[in-house]
């Protein structure tokens, strides 16, 4: 179980930008952390994954805690070893190299070399088309197959928890679909908890069990996967649709805004 | 044409040297984005290092050259671990000033612990000449071509088939997304520092066995820096063929310019080179086209 008290996070030691953050993640729970841009959720990733110190930013207040032991201000490579891994936003393939080797980057850390091609074999049967491109430059791949390669280099980890930052970004639908699809397969198989960033918010819905929204660096309001889906706040402002479940009509929209009921 | 075989021969090999020396500079650029300065100053300690080994303590050649590689290992190791790890996350250009530094220091350790300017090694080749065609050459060059082409096999493997040359590859292209894997980069960047040394070490060896150890290695290193920039800063196999072009342009163009014009002119044809390259192709023959300031 992963879980986040009141975690603050600064960036060069003076701006702010995580505001008293908490969050839960059972073991094999899939989670989803929604919100718009800069509401604070890839920092909340980083902030657990160890990797804000590249970046110059710190947690600096509150706790990080997996299964009982402390993670607060770990670096990376400590995280990693937890079996916590992190898949960065956009795509980062290493472009130089081909569909295997990016794979295999992902499992370095594995010492069990007969597990490891065994997950190799089990990542080409989530992503079948990854086994047909295995010896093509990762450069060259569609975004989606590019997308593939991400969520399936994070799987060769091994992960205990594993920390998707916008799988959907740039997507077209049916491939989001697919990769949804296997992100699910694979926590349910085995029983592996994924914390999900997301803007797509539906989509992110449609697999996750319990959901967080997030908006200026602070939980504004948390729920599971349905109770969300049906909250009119998320509906209207996330999903673009109005109370009736219709998409929304701008010819009825006033030019005053609607005040979001949590702030 | 004996005399134009004569230098082809020699050019050909001493460029294979620059290339195995520019590959430690292409392995520490790729993995890490510094331009290593310290290269020459490198193949100096390890040379005199060499020197210290095989002469003055009078170890059998078998006991004294891995000693030198143990040793230019360690140094590679000390240089990351002190100078440069402090500095990750700082603007390049500081880390890159910083090899300049270690390059000065090293230097001056050089000429406090040997205070002679010239020495010469032992033979660690047979000494009769061979006759290839017309052309004598002597078994030190062809030496060192072996040598340097069983290394370049060995790495390219190494590259392409080992775990961590495949993971030294990842961060050359996104040191962040190998962090997020849960990979340690300072270890990587360390081992690329020991590789780094390793070859300028065996680098220097060669290149001492050639010509006598002289402050004049420190050029080497510059020379190695003229082959990287012809090849491309990023490019292992950049630096595989501008190595022989390099030793090719120096020697057979030294060799027939020197009686024209003056002796020496052989050393700047290789920056000639390099002015011409910035010009025509800034990324060099096999670099990656992109914008780099040093």
Known sequence: ?263 | MAEFGQFAITGVTVGMVYALIALGFVLIWKSSGVANLTLGQLVLVFSWFTYGMLVQAGFPVWLGMPLVVLFAVGVGWLVERIALRPLIGQPILSLITVTLGVAFFIEGMVSFIWPKSVAALPRLFPDEPVHVGAAVVSQEYLWAAVISVVLFVLLTLFFKRHRMGIVMRAVADDQMAVQACGIPVAQIFSRSWMFACALAAVGGVLMSSIGGITFGLVETGLKAFSVVILGGLDSFLGAIVAGPIIGLAENVGGGYLTPLTWPGVREIIPFVIIVIVMFIRPHGLFGERRIERI
């Open chain 1, 1 to 263: 179980m992963l879980e986040l008290s009141n975690v603050e996070v600064s960036y060069l030691g003076v701006i702010r930008v995580l505001h008293g953050v908490s969050l839960r993640v059972d073991d094999g729970q899939i989670v989803a952390l929604l919100g718009a841009n800069g509401a604070g959720k890839s920092t909340t990733l980083k902030a657990i994954s160890g990797l804000l110190r590249s970046e110059e930013g710190e947690v600096t207040g509150g706790s990080i805690e997996w299964r009982g032991q402390k993670i607060t201000n770990r670096n990376a490579e400590e995280v990693g070893k937890l079996g916590i891994i992190q898949a960065l936003e956009g795509r980062r393939v290493f472009e130089h190299l081909n569909t295997e080797e990016n794979l295999l980057v992902g499992a370095y850390q594995r010492r069990d070399r007969s597990a490891v091609r065994d997950d190799l074999e089990m990542v080409y049967q989530y992503f079948p088309s990854l086994k047909e491109l295995r010896r093509n430059t990762a450069g060259y791949l569609s975004g989606g197959e590019q997308q593939m390669l991400v969520v399936g280099r994070a799987i060769m980890a091994s992960p205990q928890l594993l920390m998707l930052d916008e799988p959907s970004l740039g997507l077209a639908p049916m491939m989001v679909e697919e990769i949804y699809g296997i992100i699910r397969r694979f926590s349910r198989e085995h029983e592996t908890s994924v914390l999900l960033v997301e803007q797509n918010v539906r989509v992110a819905l449609g697999i996750a069990d319990y959901g967080y929204v997030m908006e200026n660096g602070r939980i504004v309001l948390d729920g599971s996967a349905d109770f969300l889906k049906h909250n009119e706040d998320v509906r209207e402002f996330y999903m673009g649709l109005s109370a009736t479940g219709t998409r929304k009509s701008y010819r009825e929209v006033k030019h005053y805004k609607r005040r979001k009921r949590w702030l």
